[in-house]
C-alpha cells in the first residue's frame, strides 16, 4: 500500500468516484448478467434477450444505462444491434468476478 502522504488527494479522489460510479453500475444484476455475457464476445440484443432471459423494457434499459456510462458500444448491422465491451476497466473487474464467483473451485484463487 502506497504511503498515503505522497499521494495526490485530488487524483485519489477523483479515482474514487470514477470507481464508484463503476460498482454503482455493475450493482444491478440485470447489468451485471448482461456485461458478463458481453465480455465473452459481441452479441446482439435478440441473443442477449435468449441468452440472459432478459425482456423488453428491461433489457433496452439496462443496456441504455451501460451505453450511458460508457461500458458498451454499439454497431449496427441492419436492423441488429450488436453490443460489445468499450471499458477496459469494466472488464478487468468483470474478469476478476468471474474468477471469485463463477470459476470451477479448482480455478480460483486462494
Do not use: W
Not at 470507481?19 to 465480455?39: F, G, H
Not at 436492423?79 to 465491451?85: E, F, H, Q, W
Request: glycine fraction near 4%.
Amino acid at each position: 500500500m502506497p504511503d498515503t502522504r505522497t499521494l495526490d488527494l485530488d487524483r485519489l479522489r477523483a479515482s474514487a468516484d470514477r470507481s464508484c460510479a463503476l460498482l454503482k453500475t455493475l450493482s444491478n444484476p440485470d447489468r451485471l448478467l448482461l456485461l458478463c455475457r458481453i465480455s465473452q464476445g459481441e452479441c446482439s440484443v435478440g441473443e442477449l434477450e435468449e441468452a440472459l432471459e432478459i425482456h423488453q423494457p428491461t433489457l433496452s434499459q439496462q443496456l441504455g444505462v451501460l451505453r450511458d456510462e460508457g461500458l458498451v458500444d454499439t454497431r449496427r448491422d441492419g436492423k441488429r444491434i450488436y453490443y460489445s465491451i468499450a471499458s477496459p476497466e469494466a472488464l478487468a473487474l468483470m474478469q476478476v468476478l468471474y474468477e471469485q464467483f463463477c470459476a470451477p473451485p479448482a480455478r480460483r484463487r486462494r
